[in-house]
């Protein structure tokens, strides 16, 4: 039985599986980076080491420096979270040399489903339905065959792609070759692998994935699904579940084609698989993620499983002790992301020091965060702070309940997402949950819009203009039209609004 683990993480998912092991009993070891010393994981920890320097490079992915700390400190398992080593088929099969523990599936998983050819080709195997194309390295020669027996528009994507890097539509035969040798080029330069294939393009999918575990004893559930929609930039910002968009026809289909996924490839611990999802609710497998991923709370909070326990008890060795027939979805989960960055600035990081947070609270909330008052926020990483997840008992109610909750959560000292979470929680489309991967370019207009629209500060300014025509009123009378004087901006503002009529 594992008694300590070490996570080789930081940040809030670093925290999050150290919440599970103190609860489960099991030591905790952290390490961290010269730049993560006053981190809460390390704070956290019953253990912590530092394992250099604070680029991801010296430290969260050096896996000999990680690997050296868990046997310094007798760790029996080691945790990868969600990026870094997480899905790294070396960094599993190290542990396994060394004899700890890898908490995720093996070496040999990782890395079927790491290449895209390779994942494509497991699937279509099981028969598992994947998007119409191609399952080799794509050759010039084979280009325009390929598209006339698939059909414009095509997509052509990077074998060892991921974050939409090497990824070029084509809508118009004539580009299709500019378009692969760019495809081929930037997968070349982002991936050292300038493999590359082709998909139909599906134009306005869903992006919807279901969690599944296996054991060592070949047994896989399913745990429904999660509708991860709202993306920018291939960056997941609100994930929610059940998803407002499937019947319970198609979950139950996804459900039972992810389980026989799973089983295809032997699969042990936890994983995902996500799939497009027509506006006809056909669905295609896209990809498997071989780690627990940031959106896991959805599911934990619809279901009632603690996905960490779970990964701690497979890892064990033990068989699932959740029945397949006992899982039931039960109201409804959202998730926001928490990221320090400037939504009026592109979306720029917005490091530095945290002047005050005032956490949400009350009924059916969950934060899975990491920071404090007075924490800098280190430029190294990624820039996300934390998760805010509500559940209540059906979908409109958990979204009354997420604005109450972005109303309440109050961070100074670096900018941050939050106005423009709540601006999404109030969009039409949203609030509707009639919503595909485009969702926040057809809306990016509206979600642009700056604070100043919010009601509580408009309240502020034309109570501004009103005092500003009160006090001003009898130097400028702006109902002389022949002066000069320039308009006083508040009171153009009280015009605007309506509050002033002079
Ligand atoms: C697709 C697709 C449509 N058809 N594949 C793959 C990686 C993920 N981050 C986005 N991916 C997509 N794959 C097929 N066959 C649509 C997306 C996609 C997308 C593609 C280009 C630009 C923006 C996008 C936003 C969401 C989804």
């Known amino acids: 039985m594992i008694q300590k683990i070490l996570i080789a993480n930081r940040g809030e998912i670093a925290v999050r599986v150290m919440r599970t092991c103190k609860e489960m009993g099991i030591r905790t ?9 006053t981190s809460r994981h390390v704070s956290y ?13 010296e430290s969260y992915l050096n896996a000999e420096k990680i690997i050296t700390a868990a046997k310094q400190f007798k760790a029996d398992a080691i ?7 997480s899905e790294n088929a070396g960094f599993a099969r190290r542990c396994k040399e060394e004899g700890i523990i890898f908490i995720g599936p093996s070496a040999e998983s990782i890395e079927a489903m790491g290449d895209k050819i390779s994942a494509r080709r497991q699937m279509i195997k099981a028969k598992v339905p994947v998007v119409p194309g191609t399952s080799e390295d794509l050759k010039p020669r084979d280009l325009f065959r390929v598209c006339r027996r698939i059909g414009l528009p095509v997509i052509i994507k990077a074998t060892a792609g991921g974050g939409g890097k090497g990824m070029r539509l084509v809508y118009e035969e004539k580009q299709l070759h500019e378009a692969y040798q760019a495809a081929k080029s930037e997968a070349r330069a982002s991936f050292g692998n300038d493999s590359i294939y082709i998909e139909k393009y599906i134009e306005s999918p869903h992006h919807i994935e279901i969690q599944f575990l296996g054991d060592a004893h070949g047994n896989v559930i399913h ?18 579940s059940p998803s407002p968009f499937i019947d319970d026809k198609t979950r139950q289909a996804m459900g039972a084609i992810a389980v026989k996924a799973a089983k295809s490839v032997g699969y042990v611990g936890a994983g995902t698989i ?14 498997m993620n071989t780690r627990l991923q940031v959106e896991h709370p ?13 990964q701690i008890h497979i ?10 027939k006992h899982l039931h979805q039960r109201g409804h989960a959202i998730e926001c992301r928490i990221c320090a960055e400037d939504p009026e600035n592109n979306f720029a990081p917005s490091p530095g020091i945290i002047r005050h947070i005032q956490t949400p609270e009350g009924i059916g909330v969950r934060v899975d965060s990491f920071i404090y008052d007075g924490y800098e926020i280190p430029v190294y990483y990624d820039s996300m702070l934390g998760k805010l997840i509500v559940w209540a008992t059906s979908r409109i109610y958990a979204l009354e309940r997420m604005r109450r909750v972005l109303y309440e959560y109050k961070i100074t000292g670096v900018k941050t997402n939050i106005d423009y979470l709540r601006r999404i929680m109030d969009t039409r489309d949203f609030v509707k949950g009639n919503y595909t991967t485009h969702f926040i370019e057809d809306n990016s207009k509206k979600l642009r819009e700056s604070a100043a629209n919010d009601n509580e500060i408009e309240d502020m300014a034309i109570i501004a203009a009103y005092i500003d025509h009160i006090v001003n009123s009898n130097d400028a009378p702006s109902s002389s039209p022949a002066d000069n004087l320039p308009i006083s901006r508040w009171r153009a503002f009280g015009k605007q609004k309506g509050v002033l009529r002079i």
């Open 29 to 37: 070891v952290a390490v961290y980076s010269e730049a993560d010393r």
């Open 298 to 310: 959805v599911t934990e909070e619809v279901l009632g499983v603690d996905l960490v326990k779970e």
């Open 315 to 324: 890892a064990n060795g033990k068989k699932l002790r959740l029945r397949q």
């Open 79 to 85: 945790h990868p979270g969600y990026g870094f080593l």
């Open 45 to 57: 920890a019953d253990e912590a080491v530092c394992i250099g320097l604070a680029s991801s490079r």
């Open 223 to 240: 745990l429904f699904d999660r509708e991860c929609s709202v993306q920018r930039r291939h960056q997941k910002i609100v994930e929610e």
């Open 274 to 287: 996500e799939f497009l999802v027509d506006g006809d609710m056909n669905f295609y497998f896209l990809e």
